[in-house]
Every structure is written in structure tokens, then in C-alpha cells.
């Protein structure tokens, strides 16, 4: 099924499918310098800040809703959305991702800044698609969005702030050898870190240079899953036996200390060597409730367990502005640790205790950390809430009229 496109209530603004081009605005996430531009229909009919408005998104069963960042209100609610969704940032601060049945659709936050004015209007999906049998991961660095089709191995990229002119960019494509659930990452030097595998295993990754030439490849790294950037543009992948690290052309395993020691989700700080993974050791396990988090030193190949005491899930990784690694448990707290000493360094109570579900696509808490804020859900509660990492308070609380589901933002 496709996504139902909503342009509800935009009032005396633009609409975007007109030939308005969107101006081109500045954003910490794309990296890019802001243009001086004329005011535009847009930013006449937009509401003007005398700073960026970052946005927050949740989805939730049959849509998405957007939240001011700042108060936790809801600015839309974009419903007709149908089937399960997943959201991603963009890469330019101001759009995001929808991944629904065949296509990865910008849904525009409308929030952005031109030189030192910001702007903020009527959020709605737009008709900027591209086609994906079964759309997978988002991947942003360096000024590059990459986006990974499970179902045919087709690797999309384009330069992040080309979605701000509000049409389609030009993009780059390259098809893996096989189809697989799978990553992709585009690198600075214009070369390709992509994973190997088929529709039955997932082996390792392949790095092709810029013009697709291969470079290094690593086959030991069984169920492949996941990426992260850490610092010096080092690349990480998840195996079910410990990570692969690649830099600088060449291609480095670290071992897990258990034979079956499972790490598919990380959370990387690219100014930080450290990466922040799950860790999971039951292979025969149905649904494995992990107490303990991994730490790997990407430059010396260290990697270290750290016991939470209490259980976790995929939505419950993050890295605070100082490079501290933070993991919401099933207690209901933030679990903040310091990458240097290993240890937790503080733990601040959000919600109430919580049960991870069976399946996957059920709602759960999730984290989201946007600057020293840290925002969580509470499906149980249909609510979420901003914890301010400096002096560790819940300082703003806000109700929701869906249960949310993935939580994500951007910076406007």
C-alpha cells in the first residue's frame, strides 16, 4: 500500500507541490553554510523566530504526529498514514523520513532557518518519494543521505541539503550483488561501505572506492546488522559475534567474549572513539531481555560489558552531547554512562517500569537525544517527556492523542 500524502490545514501557506522552490536553509545536521536568499511566498506566510525550532516525531498507528521540541505540544497530527511506518531525520534539519510500504516519502517538519532568521509553518508529507519494495535504513554522514531497499539492494544517496529546494535531488544508485536486510554508507573520500548477504544469512560488508572498485572486504562477521560513525570517520557494523570496524582502507573484527555475543544496534558519537552497542548472548532465545550494554574502543579494539541491571530494547540507545552513552532500561530511567571509566555515572528515573513486547512493530518507550535534551515516550501513558541532561530533571511533560510509537526529531 502506498502512503496517503495529507496537506492538511496550510492555510495562506504555499503549498509545496507548487513551483515555489523552498529556500535553502542552514542546519547543523546537513553541515551546509546558509544562503542569503530573497523572501520567498514561503517565509512571508511562515511565522518568523528569532531562533531555531527544533521539532520532534512520533508515529504512531496511522500517522504521525509533530511536536514542538521545546513545550512537547503538538504542532500536526498527519494522519492516513497506512501500514507500519518508520521515521528517520533526513539529514537537513528540517525533513524526515517516512518508511512505509514502497517508498521512503519526505514528510517536511517546516521548521528550518535562513541566515539568522528561523521559520516555522504547517508540517505535511510531500510528494518527494523514492521507490523501495521493503525501504530500510536511513543512514546520514557527511553531508549525505543514504537510503538502503532490503527488497532489491538498491542504494540511493544524494547530498542532504538538496531536499531543501523542495524537489527531488539528484541522486546516486548502486545495487548490492544480492538483495538482503541490509546499510549502506557513503564516506567522505566518495567511497561505499555496504553490507554482503542474501535473502538467507548476512556475512559482512565490502568498501568500494568512488568508482565502485572494491577495497577491502570482511566476510567473518555472521547476521550482520546495523551501522554507526565514530571519531576519524570510523565505520562499525554489528555481527552476532562482535562488531567490524573499518578505517582507512582497511577492515578490523573484535571478538565478542562470548562465543554467541550478539551486537545489532549501536549508537555512535562521531567526536567520540567509543561506540555504544546492545549485547545479547542467547542464541536460543525467543525474545532475549539483555541486562548489559557494550562499549568499543574503535581505536584499540577494546571492548567492554557494562551490566545495567535491568533490561533494554532497540529503541532504548542514545549519545549525550558530551559523548556519554545513555540507555533507557525497562525500570523506566536513563542510564547514563561515562565511555571513559565504563561505568554509570548516573541513573534518572522518566516513567514507570515496563515489559519489552514480543513483537518488534509494538509500541515501547523510546529514546530520542537532540542537544542536552533527552526525549522519551510512554505509550503506556500516551505522553513524552524532555529530560534535561545538565542537571538531570524531567523538565517538560506533554500528552499525546495517539499512542506513540518511534520517537525522532529535527534540529529546524
Known amino acids: 500500500m502506498k502512503i496517503i500524502r495529507s496537506y492538511r490545514n496550510l492555510g495562506a501557506v504555499v503549498a509545496l507541490s507548487t513551483s515555489v522552490a523552498l529556500l535553502a536553509a542552514c542546519s547543523s545536521e546537513a553541515g551546509t553554510e546558509a544562503e542569503s536568499v530573497e523572501t520567498t511566498a514561503e517565509t512571508a ?24 521540541a521545546a513545550t512537547l505540544e503538538t504542532v500536526e497530527d498527519i494522519s492516513g498514514i497506512e501500514g507500519f511506518t518508520r521515521l528517520n531525520p533526513a539529514g537537513d534539519g528540517r525533513h524526515l523520513f517516512v518508511s512505509g510500504s514502497g517508498a521512503f516519502t519526505a514528510l517536511d517538519a517546516s521548521t528550518w532557518t535562513d541566515s539568522s532568521q528561523s521559520y516555522t509553518s504547517t508540517p505535511a508529507l510531500t510528494d518527494i518519494e523514492f ?6 535504513h536511513v543512514v546520514r554522514h557527511d553531508g ?22 523542495g524537489s527531488k535531488p539528484e541522486v546516486e544508485s548502486y545495487t548490492t550483488p544480492e538483495a538482503h536486510h541490509g546499510v549502506a554508507v557513503a564516506l567522505s573520500d566518495g567511497s561505499l561501505l555496504t553490507t554482503i548477504g542474501n535473502e538467507d544469512e548476512r556475512t559482512g560488508i565490502v568498501v568500494l572506492d568512488a568508482d565502485r572498485k572494491e ?7 555472521p547476521g550482520v546488522h546495523g551501522e554507526a560513525v565514530a571519531a576519524d570517520e570510523t565505520v562499525v557494523v554489528g555481527c552476532e559475534d562482535g562488531v567490524l570496524i573499518y578505517r582507512d582502507g582497511e577492515i578490523r573484527k573484535v571478538q565478542s567474549p562470548d562465543a554467541y555475543g550478539r551486537i545489532g544496534n549501536q549508537a555512535g558519537d562521531e567526536d567520540s572513539r567509543i561506540l555504544l552497542g546492545d549485547y ?6 525467543e525474545l532475549e531481555r539483555p541486562t548489559r550494554v557494550s562499549l568499543t574502543d574503535t581505536a584499540t579494539g577494546e571492548l567492554t560489558l557494562v ?30 554512562i561515562d565511555v571513559d571509566t565504563k561505568a554509570v555515572a548516573e541513573t534518572i528515573p522518566v516513567v514507570d517500569a515496563w515489559e519489552e513486547p514480543v513483537k518488534w512493530q509494538e509500541p515501547r518507550p523510546a529514546l530520542f537525544v537532540q ?7 510512554d505509550p503506556a501513558g500516551n505522553s513524552v517527556h524532555a529530560v ?12 499525546l492523542a495517539h499512542t506513540p510509537i518511534e520517537l525522532t526529531g529535527v534540529t529546524g
Open 45 to 68: 506566510a511562515a511565522q518568523s523566530h528569532s531562533e531555531p525550532q527544533p521539532r520532534l516525531a512520533t508515529s504512531y498507528d496511522g500517522g504521525v504526529l509533530i511536536l514542538d
Open 131 to 136: 521507490d523501495a519494495t521493503t525501504p530500510g
Open 144 to 165: 549525505k543521505t543514504v537510503l538502503f531497499d532490503d527488497g532489491t539492494g538498491k542504494v540511493e544517496m544524494f547530498e542532504s541539503a538538496a531536499l531543501l529546494k
Open 215 to 221: 577495497i577491502a572486504r570482511n566476510e567473518e562477521c
Open 280 to 285: 545479547k548472548s542467547d542464541p536460543d532465545a
Open 307 to 336: 551490566d545495567l541491571g535491568t533490561s533494554y530494547t532497540f529503541r532504548s540507545l542514545g549519545r549525550g552531547p558530551d559523548g556519554d552513552a545513555i540507555v533507557l532500561g525497562t525500570d523506566g530511567a536513563l542510564h547514563i
Open 371 to 377: 542537544g542536552g535534551t533527552a526525549y522519551v515516550s
Open 388 to 399: 534535561d541532561l545538565a542537571t538531570g530533571e524531567v523538565s517538560t511533560s506533554g500528552e
